[in-house]
């Protein structure tokens, strides 16, 4: 745990890493939609192989189908999240950086 110089300073810091927690949290939803998204595609694959249906056209049907574009877009709102939240504690931490610079001169 760092030392601060004042509180300004530690509310700064503090919410950079409550940010840096958001961030996180998202990233991992987003791991978790893409594995759902290449789990279902794998699963697809099987059960067209199964039919007889060739590996280009379970693909394309996999494409096609809402649950992957559900997964996918789980994927890219988790992603917009997470850059959001990480470039947001990122200027958090640079206002807390700068406080500490301040006050030490």
Wanted: proline fraction near 1%.
């Amino acid at each position: 745990m760092p030392t601060f110089n004042n509180e300004e300073e530690r509310a700064a810091w503090t919410l950079a890493e409550s940010l840096q927690e958001l961030a996180n949290k998202m990233m991992h939803q987003a791991e978790a939609a893409l594995e759902t998204w290449k789990l279902g595609k794998e699963m697809n694959r099987l059960r067209c192989e199964r039919r007889g249906i060739s590996a280009s056209d379970a693909e394309i049907r996999w494409a096609g189908s809402a649950n992957s574009k559900n997964a996918l877009t789980d994927n890219s709102f988790h992603v917009g999240l997470a850059t959001m939240y990480f470039s947001a504690a990122q200027a958090s931490y640079s206002r807390a950086l700068y406080l500490r610079s301040r006050s030490a001169g």
